[in-house]
């Protein structure tokens, strides 16, 4: 029988990200169950404070790969390290937050290890020892709920949709240091940068909040508003496709089948039809406000709350009541 | 320089796909339109583009039913030179690992420089199966790729992540999956489409390629498919913006206490 679940835990700029914190969240769910304790892997270097944090969610031990081959992350070379993590403690389950990051590590270990790879879940659960998962398919028209079978199954769960679990006092846990070998592959790879956009606005696939524009934006110098109000609610901005092939915005913004999918608390979209490939990336957000002019709008059947009315007025407007507000 | 794609046929993305009752895990496949994958289309667009520039070879490879041969004939006329489709049909159930067995072998049987294919079908929506035979073939991989540069026996990637983006190199041969933005893909000539109705495609199946049924059993077995749960029936305002702007603020905050 394993004896733990396993984390790989992903940071950004030393901090731990918050959908690894989730990770840990749906690991902890689930341990209970396997009769497992929930044990993090951190390849590369991490500062204290993000080791702190690791403390404070309850994982009772952290698996440590350092050298200066994980200073960048390279799927491969990570899939080296954990394969070596993997061999200490064959997990019954490994998690992972399913971004960027994430997909492209998870997909290569569970090659690696020849194990049952499920990628984006939105739920996990264990009856009788069995593991499994519900995850979206078809950009989001169904749900395919999964048994995994095998050894060590990959798991990677959909940000913003397991909770972080919460503080406890410091449980100290055991740290173990892993030393890997580069596999052949790995040696034929050199990441060469990586440039992060500038800007302090989080990205769309981790904010909880989005305020999204399409075509009925009418140019990018219209995108300021949604800005604006993207920054007084903490939240990013989002795009639909027409106005990322129009050239407004970038490719990182658009949400959507080819764009990215996620499941923010809020989701606004701003004179956005709500086409089903838009609504692929984003149906899964708690809660939906469409803002548009023509109320037969497809969007208006996904959305919570809807303004029927031009964004340009009534956007500015909200920005004025919600400063008037806080 | 010998290139393989691979491709995937899937329905269309303006499909209304729903499970089919009678098998819960698959859906109901009568009136839908299939097409080439699309993301596997930048993939095959790309093939094509280093074909016309530097020659070679490019051969379309995907694991299907009879009816992906339209898949394959949809990215001959594109250009591809060669199609194979390996057959599915007495191994429904496959799951992404035993996919990723069948085409690592099946390309493993002649020399290439180049595995492309699309970061993700948009059925299963798992975004592994090329990076899968990348580590089957013990190949490295880069995945999202939004551009590609050919040179000395090297590629060099722009990839995306989280907020940014990757230049990585890499030593050929290797597999590269395909993003949004590495290309446009082209509508195939006519003259293409000639060509393709007549082309010939091979078919191979598990057995053929030395896999027994056994080594494919899948470890990842989808039990039921359904449809999300319905959204509750939205509120929505009409009426001057003055109005309904401060309104939804008010129902943000007091009743889905969003922020
Ligand atoms: C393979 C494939 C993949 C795709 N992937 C994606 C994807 O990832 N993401 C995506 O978004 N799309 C995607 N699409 C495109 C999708 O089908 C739609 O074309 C697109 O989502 C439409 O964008 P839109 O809603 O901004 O524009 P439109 O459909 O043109 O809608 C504009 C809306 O703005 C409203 N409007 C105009 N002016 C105002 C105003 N002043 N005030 C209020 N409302 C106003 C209009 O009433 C209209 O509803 C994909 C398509 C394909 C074929």
Redesign the pocket.
């Known amino acids: 029988m394993a004896s733990e679940v396993l984390v790989w835990v992903e940071f950004k700029d030393g901090v731990i990200r918050r959908s690894s914190l989730e990770a840990i969240g749906a690991a902890t769910q689930v341990a209970a169950q396997l009769k497992c304790t929930v044990a993090a892997a951190v390849v590369g270097n991490a500062d204290q404070q993000a080791m702190q944090c690791l403390d404070e969610v309850g994982v009772s031990r952290v698996y440590k790969v350092e050298g200066v081959e994980y200073q960048q992350f390279e799927p491969c070379r990570y899939a080296d390290a954990l394969q070596a993590v993997v061999k200490q403690s064959s997990p019954g389950l490994i998690l992972m937050a399913a971004t960027a990051l994430g997909k492209d590590l998870s997909a290569r270990l569970a090659a690696r290890l020849r194990s049952a790879l499920a990628t984006d879940c939105i739920g996990l659960e264990v009856n009788d020892g069995q593991i499994s998962v519900v995850r979206p398919v078809y950009a989001g028209k169904l749900r395919a709920k999964v048994g995994l079978s095998g050894p060590s199954p990959i798991v990677t769960v959909r940000p913003n949709t397991f909770a972080v679990p919460a503080a406890q006092s410091n449980r100290q846990p055991e740290v173990t240091g892993i030393s890997a070998e580069l596999g052949a592959a790995s040696r034929k790879v050199t990441v060469r940068e990586t440039v992060y956009s500038t800007g302090e606005m989080p990205d769309v696939s981790e904010a909880d909040i989005v305020v999204s524009?399409?075509?009925?934006?009418?140019g990018p110098e219209n995108f300021a508003i949604l800005e604006e109000l993207a920054k007084l609610l903490g939240g990013a901005v989002g795009?639909?496709?027409?106005?990322?092939d129009a050239g407004w915005m970038d490719h990182q913004h658009?949400?959507?089948?080819?764009?990215?999918t996620i499941s923010p608390n809020l989701y606004i979209?701003?004179?956005?039809?709500?086409?089903?490939?838009?609504l692929?990336?984003m149906s899964s957000s708690k809660c939906i406000v469409a803002?548009?002019?023509?109320p037969e709008?497809?969007?208006f059947k996904v959305a919570d709350y809807g303004v029927v009315?031009?964004?340009?007025r009534?956007v500015p407007l909200m920005i004025a009541e919600i400063k008037k507000l806080k | 320089m010998n290139i393989v794609v691979l491709v995937k046929q899937v329905p269309d993305?303006?499909a209304a796909v729903r499970p089919d009752s009678s098998a819960p895990a698959r859906i109901v496949e009568s009136g839908i339109k299939f097409i080439v994958n699309?993301y596997d289309e930048f993939a095959v667009e790309e093939a094509i583009r280093i074909k016309e520039a530097k020659g070679g070879h490019v051969l379309v490879v995907t694991i299907g039913p009879p009816r992906a041969d339209e898949a394959l004939r949809t990215c001959i006329a594109m250009g591809a030179d060669d199609a194979l489709r390996i057959d599915d049909s007495q191994l429904p159930d496959l799951d992404a690992l035993g996919r990723a067995r069948l085409l690592s072998k099946a390309i493993a049987q002649s020399p290439f420089d180049l595995v492309l294919c699309g970061k993700q079908a948009?059925d299963d929506d798992l975004a592994a199966v090329g990076t899968f035979v990348a580590e089957l073939l013990d190949l490295p991989h880069v995945a999202v790729v939004t551009k590609l540069e050919l040179a000395d026996g090297k590629a060099i990637c722009r990839k995306e992540v989280d907020g940014g983006t990757q230049t990585v190199e890499v030593q050929l041969p290797a597999v590269i999956t395909a993003q949004?933005g590495l290309n446009e893909p082209r509508y195939p000539a006519l003259r293409g489409l000639m060509l393709a109705k007549k082309k010939e495609i091979p078919v191979v199946t598990p057995s053929s390629l030395g896999i027994s049924a056994e080594e494919l059993r899948p470890s990842y077995k989808v039990q039921h498919l359904e449809l999300p749960p319905a959204r509750g029936k939205g509120k929505i305002l009409q009426g001057e913006p003055e109005t309904t702007a401060v309104e939804l603020v008010r129902l943000l905050r007091e009743e889905a206490k969003v922020f």
């Open positions: 524009g399409g075509r009925g934006m009418k795009a639909s496709r027409s106005a990322v658009q949400v959507g089948q080819t764009g990215k979209a701003c004179g956005i039809s709500g086409a089903t490939q838009h692929a990336g803002i548009n002019k023509d709008a497809n969007i009315g031009d964004l340009f009534v | 993305t303006e699309p948009i949004k």
